[in-house]
């Protein structure tokens, strides 16, 4: 059984109310070769193609001429594109609140030859667009270079020549921000930043060891310096959800406390803006909840109870709103960590009580299941060649719960799958609400309880069980050494 997630109409209904609103803008578009036909006003939002949304839409009349006008308060502008109907061509421009501009272009010629009228930064903008394509030629010519190049000196030399000419890019912008330092494409540049980490070879504070780390540290320290986290109009352009992606997935240690430092860390610097916020607590929540990474469920429930619960999600609905927090709520007891909550069920075998706390072992499996599952007919099985080659040597016991099924259909899946050394349980009378103490949405749901039966791996199989026991087992002895070598108390 799949989830379904809670994030995926989010985004698009954030845009759909932005779409309905105007956009304090006034356009004339001039089209030489195009007539009698409809031309659409597109924005981006986050997302590189093909993630981008209608805004507006027009028709070129005989003599190519169409007009865009709207008087939204709320717009803020960014890079928008303008589409001839059934995409035959398309145009990237900046476009500012207030803008009241003229735009002559020809479809042949695009996206090049294009005028602007009461536009210099688009003017400017086309001149960088003509930049790119002369530096897009040059790291052509370097790659055909390279492949026919002969020599290891040859490669070296085009090579060299190729970083130094890619050098040029990173100059233009630099020079175009100092010349135009508040001008919407600046804001883009600076945002497009890289950190450039120093060379030459970095010691520890004692002066003497090398510091493995400090390329990794310095290029995060500075990761967003660029980034103008309070200028809306960044979110109207194709950059920030790459460079999030970029962040979460290869700077963030992938552990519940550090990506939760980083959600309060990048929504502190969104925070009094409206489109950055948003986009940005969107982001990280649908990550914490799309994570393959176990215990990431954690990093939801803080987002909602610190966040959502708080009302900083402005844009949701009551209702919505409630589905956030109903979802937190089922998931927080269980968050890794936590001591697992108790069950009291009968035992499907002797009809005695059965409570999860009386069981007493090192490490207790607890497997919520379906006799009538295909995935739990097959993970089942090799769970219990798991346990009788690995687990039950190192303290392992395993609770099972069956979540449907009647008394005969149950104990033929246990004797055929020969699970009679586990403590089986069912819920003929449906008294424990295991469901939502659990959060059993799907089966198998299989969770990793130790001694004190505390919580400490959960969505497990039987892959991935055994090395989790291991890692438990290694951190357990580590503390212990740590113990030991620490000096006694005279």
């Known amino acids: 059984m799949k989830r379904i997630s809670l994030f995926t109409t989010l985004l698009l209904l954030g845009i759909a109310q932005l779409s309905l609103a105007g956009s304090a803008y006034h356009i004339k578009l001039k089209m030489a070769d195009?007539?009698?036909?409809?031309?659409?006003?597109?924005?981006?939002?986050?997302?590189?193609?093909?993630?981008?949304?209608?805004?507006?839409?027009?028709?070129?009349?005989?003599?190519?001429?169409?007009?865009?006008?709207?008087?939204?308060?709320?717009?803020?502008?960014?890079?928008?594109?303008?589409?001839?109907?059934?995409?035959?061509?398309?145009?990237e421009?900046?476009?500012?609140?207030?803008?009241?501009?003229?735009?002559?272009?020809?479809?042949?010629?695009?996206?090049?030859?294009?005028?602007?009228?009461?536009?210099?930064?688009?003017?400017?903008?086309q001149e960088y667009v003509s930049f790119l394509k002369d530096y897009a030629?040059?790291?052509?010519?370097?790659?055909?270079?390279?492949?026919?190049?002969?020599?290891?000196?040859?490669?070296?030399?085009?090579?060299?020549?190729?970083?130094?000419?890619?050098?040029?890019?990173?100059?233009?912008?630099?020079?175009?921000?100092k010349a135009n330092p508040k001008s919407l494409l600046s804001v883009v540049f600076n945002a497009m930043e890289v950190p450039e980490v120093p060379e030459g070879v970095h010691y520890l504070e004692d002066g003497k060891t090398k510091d493995s780390t400090f390329a990794y540290r310095y290029y995060k320290t500075h990761y967003w310096d660029g980034f103008d986290f309070q200028d809306d109009r960044l979110i109207y352009t194709p950059l920030y959800d790459a460079r999030i992606e970029e962040y979460f997935n290869k700077l963030v240690?992938?552990?519940?406390?550090?990506?939760?430092?980083?959600?309060?860390?990048?929504?502190?610097?969104?925070?009094g803006s409206k489109d950055v916020f948003h986009y940005t607590l969107w982001w990280v929540t649908r990550f914490a909840e799309n994570s393959k990474v176990m215990g990431m469920d954690e990093v939801f429930v803080y987002l909602v109870e610190n966040y959502y619960m708080k009302g900083d999600a402005f844009w949701l609905k009551n209702d919505e709103l409630s589905k956030y927090i109903d979802r937190a709520q089922k998931i927080a007891p269980n968050v890794i960590g936590n001591v697992a909550p108790e069950i009291k069920v009968p035992n499907v075998v002797t009809k005695k009580e059965e409570t999860l706390s009386a069981i007493k072992a090192k490490y207790t499996l607890v497997v919520f299941y379906s006799p009538t599952c295909g995935h739990c007919q097959h993970e089942m099985p090799s769970l219990d060649s798991l346990y009788n080659a690995e687990l039950k040597a190192k303290g392992v016991k395993v609770f099972t719960l069956a979540t449907e099924g009647d008394e005969k259909s149950i104990t033929d899946f246990i004797n055929k799958n020969k699970l009679n050394e586990w403590t089986n349980t069912w819920n003929p009378e449906h008294t424990s609400d295991y469901h939502s103490k659990y959060d059993v949405y799907s089966t198998p749901t299989i969770y990793l309880l130790d001694d004190k039966k505390i919580i400490r791996g959960k969505r497990l199989d039987h892959s991935n069980i055994g090395g989790l026991v291991e890692m438990l087992e290694k951190r357990s002895k580590d503390k212990d050494k740590s113990k030991d070598s620490k000096p006694k108390a005279k």
């Open 137 to 177: 030629d040059n790291q052509k010519k370097f790659q055909k270079q390279l492949e026919t190049a002969k020599t290891s000196a040859d490669t070296a030399a085009v090579r060299k020549e190729a970083t130094a000419y890619s050098k040029k890019l990173t100059a233009y912008r630099r020079d175009y921000v």
């Open 253 to 271: 240690l992938p552990w519940p406390d550090s990506v939760k430092y980083e959600c309060d860390y990048l929504l502190k610097k969104a925070k």
């Open 34 to 91: 195009a007539n009698d036909t409809m031309v659409y006003l597109l924005h981006y939002y986050g997302k590189n193609r093909p993630t981008i949304f209608k805004v507006d839409s027009a028709k070129l009349d005989k003599a190519g001429n169409a007009e865009f006008n709207s008087n939204d308060p709320d717009f803020v502008g960014g890079i928008y594109v303008m589409l001839l109907s059934k995409r035959t061509a398309d145009f």
């Open 93 to 125: 421009f900046l476009l500012n609140k207030g803008d009241d501009i003229t735009i002559n272009a020809t479809v042949a010629k695009l996206p090049e030859g294009i005028k602007f009228k009461n536009s210099p930064e688009n003017d400017r903008f």
